[in-house]
């Protein structure tokens, strides 16, 4: 399979091969799995039992009779047989619905998660597609330099031959070429390693054309609307933290009522010997009843829990504002990137301009042998940089908005 031209459907992609999505997903089942555990407290227990007890002693009481031969009663017998069920309903267990509780706020949390690697993943995957544009721009930009200097080259061999020119000219043109040569080389190395990540993360092989597409950045307008506000409502990391605080509030109240009191539905049925008159002949029995447990003296450890519990709710509340402390701090950062970059392309268009003009004229009059190979290679330099300043630049601003949707929580493919 070939890596497509297509931003949305390579991060789509990786979220179909990447191993990492699928063992988040598995977090979340186990979550889910969880929830139902805990959701089974309120289902009826139901077991069967069939057992033998050989019971000693079992002596028989004697009973006087007027004849003068007393009688025997046994009230136990020797073997004694059972085959039966037993059911325990429970009827009032408040420990259960906390349980309940906090389970479906660890599943919000692994639910977060995954959203947030997603998010994470899609934004990795994107800085390598627009890493591939420009890395593939640049090199289109060393290829035209390098078909500048092969023909100057060619200049240069034919001014020699006329008397017109240096070889030390000659030389320093051909160390450019070399030095050109050199850095296309290491951007192709550069290049290789791009798609090989690209292709482990979205499970492709090989390497194919990327078209040059933008991500869709219109969704807020940063004259009208807070990205501090959208990312407190949507940043992941903020979304997880608030999760672990609603899940450490359940884990306190699931401590505090493992104290209180639990009523229970019993009952039971089957057959069994033992029963008067005829304690030998295996008789259908059943009983139903309550039975309510209160705790009296369980101990210190519920006294621990709770306490542990309080300290857990606390750390996470600690960790909701640190989170938003650093959260604060890359936006900050982020619009400064924004401003900076914009307005760094906006000044590359003069230059490059500029540094067009300032070729085209050392071109020709080094051909009319008024400037020195030197200023022609200063004025060829001067292109290039400006060629590949405007491509950092653009590359800089696409970064830094992915870096403003990863941080406010956008979902943009």
């Given at each position: 399979m070939q890596i497509t031209g297509n931003l949305e459907r390579l991060v789509e992609q990786s979220f179909l091969k990447y191993p990492k999505v699928?063992?988040?997903?598995?977090?979340?089942?186990?979550?889910?799995?969880?929830v139902s555990l805990e959701k089974a407290g309120y289902w009826p227990?139901?077991?069967?039992?069939?057992?033998?007890?050989?019971?000693?002693?079992?002596?028989?009481?004697?009973i006087p009779s007027p004849s003068g031969n007393p009688g025997e009663i046994r009230i136990v017998p020797p073997n004694n047989y059972n085959a039966g069920f037993t059911l325990v309903q429970p009827l009032l267990d408040f420990k259960t619905s906390a349980n309940i509780n906090r389970s479906r706020s660890e599943l919000t949390i692994s639910i977060d998660n995954l959203e947030g690697f997603k998010l994470?993943?899609?934004?990795?995957?994107?800085?390598?597609?627009?890493?591939?544009?420009?890395?593939?721009?640049?090199?289109?930009?060393?290829?035209?330099?390098?078909?500048?200097?092969?023909?100057?080259?060619?200049?240069?061999?034919?001014?020699?031959?006329?008397?017109?020119?240096?070889?030390?000219?000659l030389v320093s043109m051909q160390v450019r070429n070399t030095n050109i040569e050199n850095y296309n080389t290491e951007l192709r190395n550069q290049l290789t390693k791009q798609y090989n990540m690209l292709n482990m993360l979205t499970g492709n092989t090989g390497a194919a054309y990327i078209s040059d597409t933008i991500i869709n950045d219109n969704w807020f307008n940063l004259a009208t609307d807070s990205i501090f506000a959208i990312a407190d409502r949507n940043n992941f990391d903020l979304k997880s933290a608030k999760d672990k605080i609603e899940s450490a509030k359940w884990g306190v109240t699931s401590n505090e009522r493992l104290q209180w009191p639990t009523l229970n539905l019993i009952g039971g049925s089957g057959y069994r010997n033992g029963f008067l008159p005829d304690i030998y002949k295996t008789r259908f029995n059943y009983n139903i009843g309550a039975a309510l447990t209160i705790p009296i003296f369980p101990g210190s450890r519920p006294n621990?829990?709770?306490?542990?519990?309080?300290?857990?709710?606390?750390?996470?509340n600690n960790a909701l504002e640190t989170q938003r402390v650093v959260l604060n701090k890359d936006?900050?950062?982020?619009?400064?990137?924004?401003?900076?970059?914009?307005?760094?392309?906006?000044?590359?268009?003069?230059?490059?301009?500029?540094?067009?003009m300032a070729l085209k004229l050392a071109n020709e009059r080094y051909k009319l042998g008024v400037i020195t190979t030197?200023?022609?290679l200063t004025a060829q330099t001067n292109y290039q940089d400006a060629q590949l300043s405007r491509l950092q630049?653009?590359?800089?601003?696409?970064?830094?908005?992915?870096?403003?949707n990863r941080l406010a929580g956008k979902r943009w493919w």
């Open positions: 699928y063992e988040m997903n598995d977090q979340v089942k186990l979550s889910e799995m969880k227990i139901v077991s069967g039992d069939i057992s033998y007890r050989r019971t000693y002693p079992t002596d028989p009481i004697s994470q993943l899609a934004y990795h995957v994107a800085q390598l597609y627009y890493g591939i544009i420009f890395l593939d721009k640049s090199i289109t930009v060393q290829h035209e330099q390098l078909e500048l200097v092969q023909s100057n080259i060619n200049q240069i061999k034919v001014r020699i031959k006329n008397g017109d020119a240096l070889v030390y000219d621990i829990q709770k306490k542990m519990a309080l300290i857990n709710l606390d750390t996470s936006l900050l950062n982020a619009l400064d990137d924004l401003k900076k970059n914009q307005l760094k392309l906006s000044s590359s268009v003069a230059l490059i301009e500029q540094a067009t030197l200023e022609l630049y653009e590359y800089n601003l696409l970064l830094t908005k992915l870096e403003m």
